[in-house]
């Protein structure tokens, strides 16, 4: 049932470039120029007229969020706010009927986000579910919805769930900026085009395992490690974090990479390992430039570059390659190494990979 893999996780890992791929497959018509997706179609009113998207989720799923709200406003031009589903329905939050609220969740079955949608609707809000599980509770409790194809995800830390969920988002941004005009017609077709091309360049970032793997040996008994990332890949750093987190149990943080300055650049020495996803195109010079930064205070570094990079080599201690992509699909690419870099060192130190301690994989308490 794994495949032939070690472990779920791993299983999963691999299986995202076909995950990606059925996620969008018959909903990204190249040849017409059209994203297809009934519950945008049928509810285009609903998404046009809102005063903004909010986007209620836990976890990975809320790190996919935070992907979206930075595609989201650069495509489509909406304002979108994202929401912890927890800190949401405990504090009054102000909803109103011009509200669209999207619940994102692998399981469909979280309590927090589950409540949440239910505040909402109450308010009048219109909300729109992105579930991998179908007929589950979210899905059930949405107005309308669009679901990951991402198949039965059974490793409690996330991984193909993640990147489906951002596959999914992004076509709806796409979908919306066409229908708003906030695209061009020539961007829009070169979104399909580099989207359709995502599955391929997933396949040759997990190219890079033996790499990883070495890293993995080099770094595996740090007490802290430290994701940094910009734009749209500081959701990326967050999930570095998280996923190194879990199933590892070495204590991680990620940053926006230009936080670091307003106090964690105080945690660094030679003891500290800093991931830094610093891909073309994303600030790459002012990225260049926290690097630096860690540099001189020793740190070490890991860089996720894009392939061909000349200027991180030349100050990092590591880099791992990734494919080039459009700035707003390299959370797609650039995620992939990060989880790659946990599930070895997890493995490394012995540690219950698919199954970490106090984890469940789906959280139906409050
Ligand atoms: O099923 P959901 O997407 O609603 O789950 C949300 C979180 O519980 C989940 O993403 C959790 O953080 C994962 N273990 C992360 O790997």
Known sequence: EKGGYEHFMLKEIHEQPKAIQDTYRGRL??????????????????????????????????????????????????????????????????????????AISQSGETADTLAAIKLA????????????????????????GAYTHAGPEIGVASTKAFTTQITVLTLIALRLARAKGTISSSDFRQ????????????????????????????????????Y??????????????????????????????????HGPIALIDENMPVIVIATKKGHYEKVVSNI??????????????????VQVRQLADH????????????????TIPLQLLSYHIAVMLGKNVDQPRNLAKSVTVE
């Open 121 to 144: 609707k109450s308010k009048g809000a219109f909300v729109f579910g992105v579930c991998n599980v179908v007929g589950s509770s979210i899905a059930r409790e949405s107005h309308a």
């Open 228 to 261: 940094l990332g910009r734009g749209f890949n500081f959701p990326v750093a967050l999930e570095g974090a998280l996923k190194l987190k879990e199933i590892s149990y070495i204590h991680a943080e990620g940053y926006p990479a230009a936080e670091m300055k």
């Open 29 to 102: 018509l190249r040849n017409e120029a059209i994203i297809k997706m009934a519950g945008i179609e049928d509810n285009m009113k609903k998404f046009l007229n809102a005063n903004r998207i909010i986007v209620v989720a836990c976890g990975t799923s809320w790190h996919a969020g935070l992907v979206a709200e930075y595609i989201f406003e650069d495509l489509a031009r909406i304002p979108v706010e994202v929401e912890y589903a927890s800190e949401f329905r405990y504090r009054n939050p102000v909803i109103t009927e011009n509200d669209v609220l999207i």
């Open 191 to 226: 979104h399909l085009l580099e989207l359709e091309m995502i599955p391929g360049k997933v396949e040759q970032a997990l190219k890079s395992d033996d790499l990883i793997k070495n890293i993995a040996n080099i770094y595996k008994d740090a007490k802290n490690m430290l």
């Open 292 to 309: 630096q930064e860690i540099k001189s205070r020793k740190g070490k570094i890991i860089g996720i570059v894009t392939e061909g990079d």
């Open 319 to 334: 880099v791992i390659e990734v494919p080039e992509s459009l700035e707003a699909l390299s959370p797609l690419l650039t």
